[in-house]
């Protein structure tokens, strides 16, 4: 069932005559599935391992494998899993060991399968009292004897429940049977555990016992039981109880009448690939002995003794198997002594060495005593030491070197390694004097000698090099390994020593001028000389660099062999006028042709001396350079511009001009300009940021800024003269305020048609401010009284505007009379659409009869539209930087109008009202006469203004605007 335990038992015997050993493995065959998986096995070593994919369950005490007796194994699985459901069995296997040491398989079975079902199940704790008692056969023994010790439980429910069981003596613990039944022994008893002096079991439901025999006076004492309840919840893990002993059992145990003794002697520390010689004399016994030799690890895993080799009673000597290949012996060189000679010792034989005496009388034992001992065996790289030493580790090519590998310690057959790294990726092997005397060589024979020396406590191996040069430089190292039993142990490499191989310091010096003054377009020659005593293998390498402030570029070399090449930078036009040749002393001149302005600088002559070392390879010492300054001198520049500052001022949305004016060297006409205009904004968005170019030969160029992206696509740049650049700013925005200033470098060709820039001016800053058109609206503000009965006209007269590019909003507003609630009754918009809001079942008619004059008339009137009326102009204006935007609102004069319907009366006006109409007219007058100067001047507004008045010619009455309610 899920979350449960699963059980099953088996029980293998075997009937081979011969020492034979078992091996189990329990299966899980699932349905479906071809392959059986491993769940648990326990090898013929006797070492439990989880199959794969039950680790963590075993790990976690949920899959255990016990043993229930001499023959008898019980598989549990706690905790199961739907996982688990399938067929288990168990396969067993019977091994037997040949005298080689190899173990061979001599027969396999499989026991019947069980089907195992998973469902739930619930466990349920018993918590009741437990009863120990201990007791024994008899407590009074003879050394020699059989002791035999049972622990009985008692307690409620006993079959349900699981306990541990152990035995102690004093404080030291025995042996210990666990919940699932897996016995295990202390420390101190598990080699008798192993020689079958010890043995414990459970041979029934309530009793459990545990056998010593022989017994040693040693084993006298009081002896207790303790047992341990022990929960299983419904992971399947235990979780131990309160303990419970029993009363104490006293045992006493009289020596026999042989007193045998033992003394153990022999040598505490041994060197690796020494002989281990140990001493076991015997006192005091009578009869037949044998002796065992076991050994314990000093590994913190390894806790038992294992066996070495035995000697019975009747001389026969009998290695254990893991033991069959070494060198070990077991000797009787008198009656009372035993002596275990160990040859070629390992470091891994160190640890304690018990030797156990077995006094026999038959067939039987009757008495055993053991003594130990700790023997330690250091490890060869303990006592042979290696390192690396040189008295000249750091020369001067040409120069020898001796390296010694001082080797310390006993006399050992070995092998010497020489290595050479020369870099961080590999090691080159020099060569091997192995240890009997064979050399082999992987590098240049010719440059190594080796040379023994043997002395008291060590011997030095020294590697000669003769006239070093750079191939030997690097860290060597000497590896040494000594032969022990047949074969090479590596000792750890020595250190590194650094080998130096030098140049040797140049005493190259050179001369050459430090300043030379030359005139434009003539030839330049440089000369730097060697004038200190060269070598008659020397080869020089030159390098001639030119630099300009900061920057150094290299302009031509002469490698060792006199070969000439231009440097990276070098471009074809400067090649055709540079050459370079050497001539005797050695000199190296550098030759420049046409010399232009731009070849100022300094020229560095760099040379590097070259030699041969003595494997004839070459190598080159420090560079040793000297340095001449060139200076080219030209007419004077008589590039002169305007220098003065200048500040000027428009308003938005005009046209301004830029002057920048040559007011010397502009007459030959050989001469050629290259204009750049530069921008600085006030806001510090541009910092002289370039506009356009205008190039020497005539190429215009905007150059690519998003910042000055608008205002370049209304630039226009003239040159009225050959001394004049001027620069355009079409429909000037308030951006476009800052500072511009242009700078003019003059060019000229030279004899080859190349052009050669002469010199460069920069004219003075220009401030420009653009500022927004002024408020400037006014409307006619006449105050007029009309009584009519008809038709009448609501007149709106823009007498002033703030810009020629203005355009109006217009609105009429109608009051009943003063104080009451103004109410707009029509509106024609900026762009010619109209509405009309009146509603009061009266017509309109829109009229626009001139530019500045707006007229709205109310058709057929009644006396409830008689009362105030005046109207408002809103002035708009375009703006670069920020499209149409509204300057001015003004209001004109009151309209008072009284609507009479009886009679027919004429209209009275008072004298106020003729001025005003007289002035009104004169006003027309004057602006029709200005509307007409302005349309033969500016033909391009005229005709906007011609297709504005041309829209509303016929003035057709208005209807009302349809509601929605229509």
Sequence with gaps: MESTVFRQQLKASSNTIQHTHLSFAWYLHKDGKDDAQVIISLDREFTLVPGPGFEERYQAGH??????????????????????QGRIYCQAQEWI?????????????????????????????????????????????????????????????LEERFFSIAWLRGRDELARIGPTGILSVGPEYSVREKEGELRAARIGDVEYRLILRP???????????????????????????????????????????????????????????????????VHGFNGQLSVTWQHKSTSPSTALFTSIITLSQEGVMEKDGALMNRKVRALRPTADSFTLEFDEVRPSDS???????????????????????????????SFVKVNLISRNNRVTIGENVELMCRVRG??????????????????????????????????????????????????????????????????????????????????????QLAVLVLNPVSKLRLSSPTTLTRSVSTDIEMKCSVVSEPSLSSRYAVNWLFQQQTEKKLIVSSDLDALVTFG??????????????????????????????????????????????????????????????LTLTEPANDLHLDAKQQHLTTMEGGEVELKCNIISGASSPS???????????????????????????????????????????????????QSSFYLGIQRACEGDSGTYQC??????????????????????????????????LSVERNEVELNVSGDFIIPCQITRQSSSESEFQVTWFWQEKTGTKQRPIFTVYRNSTLQDRFGEGAQLKFGHPLSSHFTLTVLKPDPKNSGLYYCEVEEWLPSLSHGWRKVAVEKSGYLTVNVITEGKCEPQYSSSTWIGILAAVVLCLLLVIFLLVLKLCRSRVSERKKAENSLWVDELPLNKKPSAED
């Design 215 to 281: 017994v040693r006076t040693g084993d006298q004492g009081e002896y207790v039981c303790k047992a341990w309840p022990q929960d299983r919840g419904s992971d399947g893990v235990f979780t131990q109880g309160a303990a419970t002993d029993s009363s104490s059992l006293l045992v006493s145990i009289s020596a026999s009448v042989s007193g045998l003794s033992v003394e153990i002697q022999g040598t505490a520390t041994v060197n690796e690939g020494d002989r281990l010689k140990l001493t076991c004399n």
């Design 671 to 721: 001469l050629f300009y290259k204009v750049i205009w530069l921008y600085t904004g006030h806001d510090s968005s541009a910092m002289n940021v370039s506009l356009l170019e205008l190039d020497h030969t005539g190429l215009l160029r905007y150059p690519e800024n998003q910042v000055v992206r608008g205002l370049q696509g209304r630039l226009r740049l003239s040159r009225p003269t």
């Design 410 to 495: 006993p006399r050992l057959p070995m092998t010497v390694t020489w290595s050479l790294q020369r870099d961080a990726l590999s090691i080159d092997n020099i060569m091997t004097l192995y240890f009997d005397g064979a050399i082999s060589w992987s590098g240049d024979q010719h440059r190594y000698q080796l040379k023994v020396e043997n002395q008291q406590s060590q011997v030095i191996h020294s590697l000669l090099i003769n006239s070093a040069s750079h191939r030997e430089a690097g860290n060597y190292q000497c590896r040494v390994s000594v032969v022990l039993q047949n074969e090479h142990k590596k000792l750890p490499p020595s250190n």
């Design 743 to 776: 700078l003019v470098e003059q060019y000229q060709l030279d004899y080859e048609g190349h052009w050669q820039q002469k010199s460069s001016n920069t004219a003075g800053p220009i401030t420009l401010i653009v500022n927004v058109a002024e408020k400037n």
């Design 568 to 629: 990276p930078q070098v471009e074809l036009e400067q090649k055709r006028r540079i050459s370079m040749r050497r001539t005797r002393g050695p000199s190296f001149e550098m030759t420049i042709q046409q010399a232009r302005i731009s070849d100022n600088g300094s020229y560095t002559c760099e040379v590097v001396e070259w030699r041969q070392d003595p494997g004839g390879h070459w190598y080159s010492l420090s560079p040793v350079s000297t340095t001449t300054v």
């Design 97 to 157: 060991q040949d005298p080689d040491g190899s173990w061979y398989s001599l027969i396999k079975m499989d026991a019947e399968e069980n089907v195992v079902n998973v469902k739930a199940r619930e466990v349920v704790p018993d918590m009741s009292s437990l009863v120990v008692k201990i007791s024994a056969q008899q407590t009074t023994l003879q050394e020699g004897q059989e002791l035999s010790l049972s622990c009985n439980v008692d307690t409620q429910n």
């Design 63 to 84: 899959i255990r494998l016990d043993k229930m007796g001499e023959a008898t194994y019980r598989l549990k699985m706690a905790q199961l899993q739907l996982s688990d």
């Design 351 to 381: 640890g304690a060495y018990q030797c156990t005496v077995s006094e026999w009388k038959g067939s039987s034992k009757t008495n055993s005593q053991s003594q130990t001992t700790t023997v330690t065996v250091k490890p060869v790289d």
